[in-house]
C-alpha cells in the first residue's frame, strides 16, 4: 500500500500505525498533526526526517526517545518547537506558517543555566517560546486570549500545594522528581501558550512556591550550590507575581546557612521578616535570623532575633488546616529545634536541653513526629550534654538516631552527627570506648546516607 502525500489516511492504514483515523478538518488537530497526517507521515517518520535534518547541518539531534518526546509535545500544543521551524518545514514539505509556528525568534528567558534541563528524566532540553501578541489585535480580545485552561492551572497548583503538604513524608529524592515534574509544566505553559493576563500571574505565583521547594529539597540533598540559583530564581517569581516572598527568603537563609554563610543567612532571614507582614513563614525566619546570627558569633544579634521569634510565635495561631507536617509548617517542635541551635552556639547548654524537652512534650501531647525533626532535636540534646561533659547522657541520645532510615537522613541531620563526630574527638573523649563507638555508628550512619 502506497502513501499519498496529499490525502489523509484510511482507517485501515491508521490501525496499522497505531494512530487513530481523524480528519485533517477536525478544529482539534493541531495544525502540525494535520500537516503530518496529510504528509501521509507516522511520528516516527517525521522524527527520523527531523533527526536527518539536523545532521546534515552539522549538529547533534537528541536521541530517539527524546526527540519522540519532543515531537508529542509539539503536536499536542503544549510547546512551540520554535528551534525547529526549518527542519518542520523541510521534513513535511510546507512553510512555518502553515504548521502554526510563530514567525518570532526564541525569546531568551532569565532562568539559571541548570534550570533549563526542565525535569526531562536524560536531561534533554524543550525548546519553547512566548508567542507575542498581533499588535493589530484588539487589546479587550488580547486580554482574554488564551489557550491554556483555568481547569490546568488549578490542577497543577493543587498539585504544589499537595507536594508541599507531604514533604516531611517522602523521601527528598522522590518528592524533588515531583517537584521538578511540575516545574516543566509549569514552566512549559509560561513559555509556550497564550493565557490571560490573570493566568500568567498564577503561573508564575505557582513557579515561586515550586522553585522554592526544588531549593529546599536540593539542600536536604546537601546540593546546596545549586539549590540557590532556584531559590533565587523563586523570590524573582514571587516579586513579579506580586505575592509572598516569604517562602523564597527562608530556603534562601537556609541554603546560605548550610553553606556557612552565616552573616548572608542572617541578613536573607532578616530581609524576609520585614517583608513577610502576618506570614505564617516569619516565625521561621526570626528564627533563622538568630541561629545564623548565632553561628556568626554574635551573640546579642542571636538574642534579639530569638526574641522577635518569640514574641511572633506568642502571637500567632497555627492555620487550622496546617497539618504540621507540610514543608512550610513550623510546629513548635520545629521551633525547639532552632531555639535548641541557639542555646547550643550561644554557650546556653542548659536551654538547649530545656528546647529539646519542648519538642518531646509537643510529640508527647500527639504532635506529629517528622523523622528528620526529630533526629535533630536528639542530636542536639546529645550535642548539649557533650558541651556539658556528660558522655553517658550524650550517647543515650545519639544511638536512637543511628538506626533512622538511609533515606531520611537528609544534609541537616547529616550536619548535626558532623557536629557530633567533631566534639567527640577532642582530646577530653579521646580514651573514652563510648566516644569510639559513637565514632564509629556515627561514620556507618554516613556511609548509609550516601549510599
Known amino acids: 500500500m502506497s502513501r499519498s502525500t496529499h490525502q489523509p489516511l484510511t482507517s485501515d ?24 497526517i496529510s504528509a501521509g507521515m507516522s511520528q516516527g517518520d517525521v522524527c527520523r526526517g527531523l533527526a536527518k535534518a539536523r545532521e546534515s547541518r552539522g549538529k547533534t ?70 508567542t507575542l501578541p498581533d499588535p493589530r489585535m484588539p487589546l479587550s480580545q488580547w486580554l482574554t486570549d488564551t489557550n491554556t485552561s483555568d481547569q490546568t492551572i488549578e490542577r497543577i497548583s493543587q498539585a504544589a500545594t499537595s507536594l508541599a503538604a507531604a514533604h516531611t513524608q517522602l523521601p527528598p529524592q522522590r518528592a524533588l522528581n515531583d517537584a521538578m515534574r511540575l516545574h516543566h509544566e509549569t514552566k512549559s505553559l509560561l513559555q509556550g501558550r497564550r493565557h490571560r493576563l490573570r493566568q500568567t500571574r498564577e503561573l508564575v505565583r505557582i513557579e515561586a512556591d515550586l522553585l522554592a521547594h526544588v531549593c529546599l529539597l536540593l539542600g536536604d540533598l546537601g546540593r ?71 553561628l556568626l558569633g554574635d551573640v546579642q544579634r542571636a538574642r534579639q532575633a530569638l526574641q522577635r521569634a518569640e514574641g511572633v510565635a506568642d502571637e500567632q495561631v497555627q492555620p487550622p488546616d496546617d497539618s504540621g507536617m507540610s514543608a512550610w509548617s513550623f510546629p513548635l517542635a520545629r521551633q525547639a529545634v532552632f531555639a535548641l541551635s541557639v542555646a547550643t552556639h550561644t554557650g546556653d547548654h542548659d536551654a538547649a536541653l ?56 537528609v544534609a541537616t541531620v547529616t550536619g548535626y552527627t558532623e557536629n557530633v563526630d567533631r566534639k567527640l574527638s577532642e582530646q577530653y573523649f579521646r580514651d573514652s570506648s563510648i566516644a569510639s563507638e559513637l565514632r564509629r555508628s556515627i561514620r556507618e550512619f554516613h556511609f548509609g546516607a550516601q549510599a
Open 13 to 36: 492504514y491508521c490501525d496499522l500505525l497505531e494512530v487513530p483515523p481523524l480528519s485533517t478538518d477536525d478544529k482539534d488537530v493541531t495544525p502540525l498533526k494535520r500537516a503530518r
Open 61 to 130: 539531534p537528541p536521541k530517539p526517545a527524546s526527540l519522540k518526546r519532543m515531537y508529542t509535545d509539539w503536536e499536542k500544543g503544549r510547546v512551540v518547537p520554535v528551534d525547529w521551524r526549518d527542519e518542520l518545514s523541510a521534513v513535511l514539505r510546507t512553510s512555518p506558517e502553515a504548521l502554526g509556528l510563530p514567525v518570532v525568534a526564541s525569546l531568551a528567558t532569565s532562568w539559571p543555566p541548570d534550570m533549563q534541563e526542565l525535569a526531562r528524566p536524560d536531561g534533554d532540553v524543550i525548546s519553547s517560546a512566548l
Open 224 to 294: 546546596n550550590e545549586r539549590a540557590m540559583h532556584y531559590g533565587e530564581a523563586s523570590l524573582l517569581c514571587a516579586q513579579e507575581a506580586g505575592t509572598s516572598e516569604s517562602k523564597a527568603w527562608t530556603v534562601q537563609a537556609k541554603t546560605a546557612r548550610w553553606q556557612g554563610r552565616f552573616a548572608e543567612s542572617a541578613d536573607f532571614a532578616q530581609r524576609g521578616f520585614t517583608s513577610s507582614n502576618s506570614d505564617p513563614i516569619r516565625i521561621q525566619l526570626a528564627y533563622q535570623e538568630a541561629n545564623a546570627a548565632a
Open 354 to 409: 530545656r528546647a529539646a524537652a519542648t519538642a518531646d512534650q509537643c510529640w508527647a501531647a500527639g504532635a506529629p513526629r517528622v523523622p528528620a525533626t526529630w533526629a535533630q532535636v536528639r542530636l542536639g540534646a546529645g550535642l548539649a550534654h557533650l558541651l556539658n561533659g556528660d558522655l553517658d547522657g550524650a550517647a543515650e541520645q545519639i544511638r536512637q538516631v543511628m538506626d533512622l532510615d538511609p533515606e531520611l537522613r
